[in-house]
């Protein structure tokens, strides 16, 4: 179950994705079928999630994928384009294949200055070869011999050791880190491995 901070933090996000899918509309952008479920299979198991909508120009038709985020990120997606760091390329290779489309519109809004950023996201086929082979060696793996974590903690300034922070975001993190226990720090909550005393 996700904490009350991280479902404010998706509640926003939606929020964003609503105010920017309008404007685009109002431009006169071809925008649509926000929130439509698309699944795939994996060895007989279905895998979903909710697009955020797509988007058609005159000759294509590309997965639309709109995020919220700091200004020191979105500084970085300025300067490096959009990265794996948080699972988005990873994200919408999942959502292109399941829709069969070749492309994505990936649009970034700066929550501080209101400024966007858009980029194209290719699909890769090595990036989702790598994603399906993991989600079989998953799907197969036993309760006697399960794959290493995708992330492993981080030791933190007072020596503690803090979840990944995409773990954080989880809502299956209590799986891989029974023991793990949300400590709010200033105005963020982290989550260490054993209890603090």
């Known amino acids: 179950m996700l904490a009350p901070r991280a479902k404010l933090n998706f509640l ?17 952008c071809g925008i649509g079928r926000s929130q439509d479920r698309v699944e795939l299979q994996i ?3 279905t895998v979903s999630g909710y697009i ?3 988007f058609s120009d005159v000759e294509d038709l590309y997965v ?3 995020k ?14 959009i990265t794996d760091e948080w699972g988005y390329v990873s994200q919408v290779h999942a959502y292109m294949r399941a829709l069969e489309l070749d ?28 994603m399906e082979a993991r989600g079989r060696m998953i799907l197969r793996s036993r309760a006697d011999s399960l794959p ?28 891989c880190w029974p023991k793990a226990q ?13 209890e603090e005393k």
């Open 103 to 130: 492309r994505t519109i990936f649009v970034v809004l700066d929550g501080q200055s209101g400024s966007l950023n858009e980029r194209v996201i290719q699909f890769d086929p090595a990036i989702w070869n790598a």
């Open 148 to 175: 290493s974590r995708a992330f492993e903690p981080q030791v933190a300034k007072n020596g503690k050791m803090e979840l990944e922070l995409r773990c954080r975001y989880c809502q299956y993190k209590h799986l």
């Open 12 to 28: 926003i996000g939606d929020a964003v994705e609503l105010v920017v899918m309008a404007t685009a509309k109002l431009a006169g």
């Open 43 to 45: 060895d007989g198991v």
């Open 64 to 66: 639309a994928e709109f």
């Open 52 to 54: 955020d909508g797509l």
């Open 182 to 194: 949300e400590v709010m720090k200033g105005n963020r909550p982290v989550w260490y491995i054993e």
């Open 68 to 81: 919220k985020m700091s200004p020191f990120a979105f500084k970085r997606v300025e300067a490096q384009g």
